[in-house]
């Protein structure tokens, strides 16, 4: 064999031992290493039409849906994104479908209806005082509002006192401007639930907020706030008489950033300051935006799929692809003979790879999905039957095997490049168009098919030609004509 392709036997080994590993059930991984633990199970990641579950039709209930903006509609997405993450299930799906709609996709749920209602529900944001008190992020506290639809829905002081002492103190940070509020950067927490809490009043809801975005301030990343009139007005008056005391920012009765005001806010805006990053800065900004754009949601259509169906179409699925598979291997086998054999066992490293790529990414398999990826197994036949035809023809014209086998690809590359190209860009076209219009088997079919042209690649221009390489470096071809059918 050639020196410079047996570098790449052992690499390709190691490769395909990996990738039999993943695939096998029950695969996992587990290992420390100093302050690193790995504990990864590796699982196929089935679709909704495979575990079956329930796919919901959320629309916007307004009189013209057509009229709702952009903005409402991806705050509304991004509410019910995070409500169907805490359920607890396995690769949810949450898109928009056209200009008021979202499609809600959740595998292995156990309880439609309390589903439904949670999709429903939409985020109520409150700011509540809680004096000299501070609770830390992710506390959950109890408010009394008797109207959430007003501004003003509670007492402006003389709220209830916690039972419990504090778990953080809030930061101390200096005003940078003269309506200023210091707050806590949004953080992750185990939410702590405190039996008998007392009731807190509300100042204000959501409502009273009319844009929330984030910014800098000499170097410092914040979320800035402005409220409307009436909003405006009562902030200027609880803030002017309680300079020092926190004001809690509650969305859904769980806090979420508790700043203490720092000065007297009285021209309706302000900044929340804290240690943030871009990244928590902008996930605060969009929760405070729960409230000023609340989209009351209707369910348009639901339906239950079974896993009944689920399991007999990845019975189904299975059959075709062995059918299918094992029609391939006999084809290259009895037309190209030896060169057929090998490529028949880069056929079974392709699939072991990628397969391996779907569980380790992971990617959630669809009936499309599968399909796809049965698809690609035909684009990878594809590409050693241009190398092996022009194998042959190099053969014919009296080349060596060697410099034929090397021919044969060189000469073959352009074909299988160009091809391969075009196979992409349709890839990326179908998952734009899934992306955009909530199609997401047309998004699991492009998927898949690309990474299958993207493995297919590498087996056919690196795999096949290393074994290639292996076997017929040691041929003598004039003796051995019908190996290769010639």
């Not at 706030?225 to 969305?251: C, M, N, P, W, Y």
Request: hydrophobic share 45%; glycine share 8%.
């Amino acid at each position: 064999m050639q020196r410079r392709y047996s570098g790449w036997l052992i690499p390709i080994v190691i490769l395909v031992a990996a990738a039999v590993y993943v695939v096998v059930p029950g695969a996992s991984l587990n290992f420390t290493l100093g302050t690193l633990t790995v504990n990864e199970t590796f699982t196929v990641h089935e679709g909704l039409d495979l575990k079956g579950g329930l796919q919901v039709l959320l629309e916007a209930d307004v009189p013209d849906c057509g009229a709702v903006d952009a903005r409402t509609m991806e705050t509304a997405q991004t509410i019910v994104d995070q409500r169907v993450n805490a359920l607890g299930l396995t690769e949810p799906l949450v898109q928009r479908q056209g200009a008021c709609r979202i499609v809600v996709e959740l595998p292995g749920v156990t309880d439609p209806q309390q589903a439904i209602e949670t999709l429903k529900q939409t985020g109520l944001l409150e700011f509540v005082p809680l004096g000299l008190e501070f609770l830390e992020a992710g506390a959950k506290i109890a408010t009394d509002c008797a109207d959430p639809s007003k501004v003003d829905c509670g007492a402006q002081s003389g709220a209830g006192r916690p039972t419990a002492t504090p778990t953080a103190a809030p930061l101390s940070a200096t005003p940078t401007a003269a309506a200023t509020v210091t707050g806590t950067e949004t953080i992750s927490a185990t939410p702590t639930v405190i039996p008998d809490l007392p009731t807190y009043q509300t100042l204000m809801t959501g409502a009273a907020l009319d844009d929330v975005s984030v910014t800098t301030q000499n170097g410092q990343v914040v979320v800035a706030f402005t409220l409307k009139d009436e909003g405006a007005r009562i902030f200027a008056d609880f803030t002017s008489q309680h300079v020092g005391e926190v004001l809690a920012i509650v969305l859904d009765k769980q806090v979420i950033s508790a700043p203490r005001i720092n000065s007297a806010i009285t021209e309706g805006s302000g900044i929340i300051e804290g240690r943030f990053t871009l990244e928590s800065a902008n996930q605060l900004a969009i929760q405070l935006r729960y409230g000023s754009l609340p989209v009351p949601l209707r369910v348009a259509q639901s339906r239950e799929i079974g896993p009944t169906l689920g399991q007999d179409s990845v019975r189904r699925s299975t059959i075709a692809g062995v059918i299918g598979m094992a029609t391939v291997v006999l084809f290259m086998v009895l037309y190209y003979r030896l060169p057929g054999a090998i490529a028949s066992l880069a056929l079974f490293v392709y699939a072991a790879i990628t397969f391996a790529l779907f569980k380790l990414i992971p990617v959630t398999l669809t009936l499309p999905g599968i399909a796809g990826f049965v698809l690609s197994v035909g684009v990878a036949v594809d590409a050693n039957i241009l190398i092996f035809e022009r194998l042959k023809e190099e053969l014919r014209a009296g080349r060596s095997l060697q410099n034929a086998v090397d021919a044969g690809f060189s000469r073959a590359w352009p074909s299988i490049r160009d091809s391969n190209i075009s196979t992409l860009i349709t890839c990326l076209i179908l998952f734009v168009f899934g992306n955009t219009f909530g199609a997401s088997i047309v998004k699991g079919f492009a998927v898949t098919l690309a990474l299958g042209v993207f493995v297919s690649l590498f087996t056919a221009i690196l795999v096949t030609r290393t074994i290639l390489h292996l076997f017929l470096d040691q041929i003598d071809f004039s003796e051995r004509h019908a190996w290769f059918g010639i």
